[in-house]
């Protein structure tokens, strides 16, 4: 059984509490709670838990505070086992402070209520439980301090898939037969993903985590500035609810300095006078304004009417104009053609009287 250690690849910081190697005392198995793919890059998967878990809020007092990727193991579909994290230090994975500062945290790739385990999986956890439990006597967790994580806090995890096989492997100190649990019957292909590709796809998903929090930024003023009005609100109340207060006490201090009957009544029917012609007000500016929005309807029909309207009467000066033209055209080449008739009949004249004066002339001798 071969184990990789992966510690150097991983983000790290070293803010995790530190303990000696003989205080561990339980064995806690996880899942990962997303669905694995059938191909998939098991390192730079570690990569981005790890990145996850060292920029989260653990305490929820708002500040970053992760050491790092919170299992010291992992194990891949393939069930190939990763050393992730110091035995020596105490990570925050199972939901209860004790525990986790006397546990060890191996954790299984995929969502295994959704999914099942895969044979290489069992087989991988069932070999690196028994060598913990048996051959490393630098610390006292043994077959009967395996847990799963569900059964330390209330959780899913390990999953429905997986936690059967835990509590047997507990119960029955080791002694399992995987054949007899439900698994994955088909292999996980390798994966073929480049580096390459991955950086990519997690530099997008850091894109989308920035753009995340400039919204969650922006959302967190809105709220600030939605408190600053709910106050305000609050406030006026109060204000209001002072001022009715204080007319109470005074219209008390009136009834009790020996104000007769008839002047309370007067009083109110005055206070109701008031109200009615605030009602009043209030219904004629209702009437005032839709009056006023009928007109503009009307005003803005009338005002489409007339463009129409406008429209028609351009169109037909335009044709007006057209005929004009076309008339004064006319004149003018009816003018050329009376002048050249005039001229005609003038040239006629003008021959016929030199033919006149011809024939009238005396013969000579």
Same mark, same amino acid.
């Given at each position: 059984?071969?184990?990789?250690?992966?510690?150097?690849?991983?983000?790290?910081?070293?803010?995790?509490?530190?303990?000696?190697?003989?205080?561990?005392?339980?064995?806690?198995?996880?899942?990962?709670?997303?669905?694995?793919?059938?191909?998939?890059?098991?390192?730079?998967?570690?990569?981005?838990?790890?990145?996850?878990?060292?920029?989260?809020?653990?305490?929820?007092?708002?500040?970053?505070?992760?050491?790092?990727?919170?299992?010291?193991?992992?194990?891949?579909?393939?069930?190939?086992?990763?050393?992730?994290?110091?035995?020596?230090?105490?990570?925050?994975?199972?939901?209860?402070?004790?525990?986790?500062?006397?546990?060890?945290?191996?954790?299984?790739?995929?969502? =295994?209520?959704? $999914?099942?385990?895969?044979?290489?999986?069992?087989?991988?956890?069932?070999?690196?439980?028994?060598?913990?439990?048996? #051959?490393?006597?630098?610390?006292?967790?043994?077959?009967?301090?395996?847990?799963?994580?569900?059964?330390?806090?209330?959780?899913?995890?390990?999953?429905?898939?997986?936690?059967?096989?835990?509590?047997?492997?507990?119960?029955?100190?080791? #002694?399992?037969?995987? &054949?007899?649990?439900?698994?994955?019957?088909?292999?996980? $292909?390798?994966?073929?993903?480049?580096?390459?590709?991955? $950086?990519?796809e997690v530099?997008?998903?850091?894109?989308?985590?920035?753009?995340?929090?400039?919204?969650?930024? &922006?959302?967190?003023?809105?709220?600030?500035?939605?408190?600053?009005?709910?106050?305000?609100?609050? #406030?006026?109340? &109060?204000?209001?609810?002072?001022?009715?207060?204080?007319?109470?006490n005074k219209?008390?201090?009136?009834?009790?300095?020996?104000?007769?009957?008839?002047?309370?009544?007067?009083?109110?029917?005055?206070?109701?006078?008031?109200?009615?012609?605030?009602?009043?007000?209030?219904?004629?500016?209702?009437?005032?304004?839709?009056?006023?929005?009928?007109?503009?309807?009307? =005003?803005?029909?009338?005002?489409?009417?007339?463009?129409?309207?406008?429209?028609?009467?351009?169109?037909?000066?335009?044709?007006?104009?057209?005929?004009?033209?076309?008339?004064?055209? &006319?004149?003018?080449?009816?003018?050329?053609?009376?002048?050249?008739?005039?001229?005609?009949?003038l040239l006629?004249?003008?021959?016929?009287?030199?033919?006149?004066?011809?024939?009238?002339?005396?013969?000579?001798?």
């Open positions: 059984m071969k184990i990789s250690d992966i510690r150097s690849q991983l983000v790290y910081r070293d803010t995790a509490p530190h303990r000696a190697i003989n205080s561990i005392k339980y064995i806690v198995i996880h899942h990962d709670a997303v669905e694995a793919p059938t191909e998939y890059n098991p390192i730079e998967l570690y990569k981005r838990e790890a990145n996850y878990h060292y920029n989260k809020d653990w305490n929820g007092d708002g500040k970053v505070d992760g050491s790092g990727l919170m299992y010291h193991y992992k194990i891949d579909r393939w069930g190939n086992i990763y050393f992730c994290r110091n035995l020596g230090e105490a990570l925050w994975h199972c939901g209860n402070y004790t525990k986790n500062l006397q546990s060890i945290a191996i954790c299984l790739d995929g969502h =295994l209520t959704n $999914q099942k385990p895969t044979k290489a999986q069992l087989q991988s956890l069932k070999d690196f439980l028994v060598g913990l439990c048996t #051959q490393h006597p630098e610390f006292p967790a043994g077959f009967s301090s395996v847990f799963g994580h569900r059964e330390i806090s209330a959780t899913n995890c390990p999953g429905d898939n997986l936690i059967k096989f835990v509590q047997d492997f507990r119960k029955n100190k080791g #002694q399992v037969n995987i &054949e007899n649990y439900s698994y994955e019957t088909g292999e996980p $292909q390798e994966p073929t993903v480049t580096i390459e590709q991955l $950086q990519a530099k997008a998903k850091d894109d989308t985590i920035f753009e995340l929090k400039d919204r969650v930024a &922006e959302l967190q003023g809105i709220e600030k500035d939605l408190k600053g009005t709910i106050e305000g609100f609050k #406030q006026a109340l &109060e204000q209001e609810k002072q001022e009715s207060a204080n007319f109470l219209l008390a201090e009136n009834l009790n300095c020996g104000l007769d009957k008839t002047t309370t009544l007067g009083c109110i029917e005055e206070i109701k006078a008031q109200a009615d012609r605030v009602n009043l007000a209030e219904s004629n500016l209702v009437k005032a304004n839709n009056k006023i929005k009928k007109l503009n309807e009307e =005003l803005a029909t009338n005002q489409d009417n007339c463009q129409t309207r406008l429209t028609t009467k351009s169109e037909e000066i335009d044709g007006l104009k057209t005929d004009l033209a076309r008339v004064q055209k &006319e004149l003018a080449e009816l003018q050329v053609a009376q002048e050249d008739k005039k001229s005609k009949v006629r004249l003008t021959f016929r009287a030199y033919a006149l004066t011809l024939f009238k002339r005396p013969k000579s001798g």
